[in-house]
């Protein structure tokens, strides 16, 4: 098997064009992400991954952002629409962990079906009152327990259902109060406080196969970025310990500064595997490849252990577990 492109990267629109097509073919990357752009109907859905596929020859995971409430690319009829995360989490209360399972089966069920197979989720930052309105009713809950828990719900949902989990933001994006998609937010937190609290929201999913860097500045450690910061990629794999591979959140956030190029090799040269592109343009696409090349040997054996992880699942009954999940409402239970 050749060596993978080092990036993940994102086609324009619902078909491949003839250059998307002869570009991905000469740059093989990893794995390919979709977007809302990219959706019209299942049949549609179907025939671009299997395009997506067959530009590289190789059965590549096609990712996308199916977290439920705002970041949901695939709407019904495709794919059930949910409640923000943390909304949901509030409603079922002390049965939120089966219910998380049961709601992340079914989308897990319903990107499959679609011919996806990894999804941005488990979504572990610790939301707090500052919390960014971006951010905030996409995490699970307020407190590290309970983060815990329901995400490691969501990573096993995936797992059982045939679909990579990519967890996020590492290291803990929870206190930003700016939209890493338009500026870059500081911390400026105790390192304490990171370690015993944002930190320490990964540490226990050290075995999940991939995982996404967070842009924000921990000042307390360095000056750059996580996702450019050399030291901050170490503090995730020595001291979160994470193993598996880690692509950078979407390379072209207005969070980083400097050429889409220069942004991914200086990720690269950070200690991430695979770089996040996802706006589709290949005048960004081409001069990125450029400058990251082919994954090295760590990072591939990260890639392989990672795509191994991919399991074929066993068939479920869609409405049998959206009716496990009605009966545990409150609203039925009372």
Known sequence: MSRFGAAILAPLGPRLSAEE????????????????????????????SAEL???????????????????QRLRAPLATDWDAPLDFAAH???????????RYRITAAELRACG??????????VARPETHRFLKNRCY?????RVLDLGRSVAKAHLDGGVLPVMKHMPGHGLAQLDSHLDLPRIEASATTLMETDFAAFSPFSDLPLGMT???VFTEFDDKPATISPRMIRMIREEIGFGGLLMTDDISMEALSGSVAERGAASIAAGCDVVLHCN??????????DAIGEM????????????????????????????KLDALSPERAG
């Open 280 to 289: 589709g343009r290949m005048d960004e696409m081409a001069p990125l490849m």
């Open 214 to 216: 967070a842009h924000l």
């Open 296 to 323: 090295d040997g760590e990072a591939y054996v990260r890639a392989v252990a990672a795509l191994t992880a991919r399991q074929t699942p066993p068939e479920v009954d869609i409405a049998a577990l959206k009716a």
């Open 116 to 125: 996806i197979d990894g999804n941005c989720a488990p979504m572990l930052d």
């Open 92 to 102: 079922y209360g002390d049965a939120a962990r089966e219910a998380m399972y049961l």
């Open 141 to 145: 809950g307020s407190d590290l327990p």
């Open 21 to 48: 097509r002869s570009f991905f073919a000469r740059e093989n990357p990893f794995g390919f992400i979709l977007f809302a752009r990219n959706v019209e109907t299942q049949d549609q859905l179907l025939a671009l």
């Open 53 to 71: 596929r067959d530009s590289v020859g190789r059965d590549a995971p096609i990712f996308i952002d199916q977290e439920g409430g705002r970041v």
